[in-house]
């Protein structure tokens, strides 16, 4: 029989971390981080947790209710403009900080395009760029234009880019094949366009996104000093109502 010291020194087990809505969505940012988004279910998010799958709906209604959850976890951790800062500047570091967090989370872009429902996260940086626009002396109509402009370029590039996900490594070799495959005397200027590919970037080179987001600037600042207003026809074309921040009711599960 084992002594009581024995006894009292043997090992407990160690307890599950209680269990809660926002232990659901982290835990299904991870899966949606490790296999993207398609990778995640309800079946494979309660065994992520340890879990039995019935328990999660005790804390979400369901998969629309978590993609809406993980989306605006991402987007909190967006950098809002800061009404003290230059606003050019304000918008570049928001305008950074939303690339540098949907790179992180390759299947978040797509997603906020498309979820729909309370989104907190989602209107505060909304409000938080459309506010530093409209302070630094834009229109109603420039800064609607604006904030699509600027808005179009950060998604858009984002889902770009994460179509074309290559390790720096298979870089020459995927660029080598493809020079075997097109007529290269026919395509001087896209054998171009690969050898700048190939070049090692100096530190100072913000790459492709800050080049195109400092052109949008740059463009709202002369259009700014110029005192510009935008024709009302081109104005009414913009999109006036950006369909993440519509608010409906959740699709049954």
């Not at 209710?65 to 928001?94: C, H, Q, Y």
């Not at 530093?132 to 880019?161: K, M, N, P, Q, V």
């Not at 002369?222 to 921040?245: M, T």
Request: glycine share 6%; aromatic share 6%.
């Amino acid at each position: 029989m084992a002594s009581q010291d024995a006894i009292e020194t043997s090992p407990k087990p160690e307890a599950r971390p209680q269990l809660s809505k926002d232990r659901v969505l982290r835990a299904a940012i991870v899966l949606a981080d490790r296999g993207g988004i398609d990778a995640l279910s309800m079946r494979k998010l309660a065994q992520e947790l340890g879990v039995e799958a019935m328990s999660l709906y005790h804390h979400v209604a369901g998969k629309d209710e978590i993609l809406n959850g993980i989306v605006d976890i991402v987007e909190s951790d967006f950098e809002l403009p800061t009404r003290d800062t230059d606003w050019k500047r304000a918008l570049r570091r928001t305008a950074i900080s939303a690339h540098d967090g949907f790179a992180r989370h390759p299947w978040a872009a797509s997603l906020t395009l498309s979820t729909t429902g309370r989104r907190p996260a989602r209107w505060r940086y909304m409000n938080g760029i459309l506010g530093c626009l409209r302070e630094a002396g834009f229109s109603a109509e420039l800064t609607d234009l604006a904030y699509h402009a600027l808005e179009s370029h950060i998604a858009g590039f984002t889902l770009w880019a994460a179509q074309l996900q290559v390790d720096e490594e298979e870089l020459p070799g995927l660029a080598a094949t493809f020079l075997t495959e097109i007529p290269v005397d026919e395509l001087p200027y896209v054998v171009e366009h690969v050898d700048q590919h190939l070049k090692v970037r100096s530190p100072e080179d913000e790459g492709a996104f800050a080049f195109g987001l400092d052109l949008i600037l740059d463009g709202l600042e002369r259009i700014r000093e110029a005192g510009a207003h935008p024709p009302s026809s081109v104005a009414g074309q913009a999109d006036h109502l950006d369909a993440s921040a519509i608010v409906v009711a959740p699709r049954p599960t």
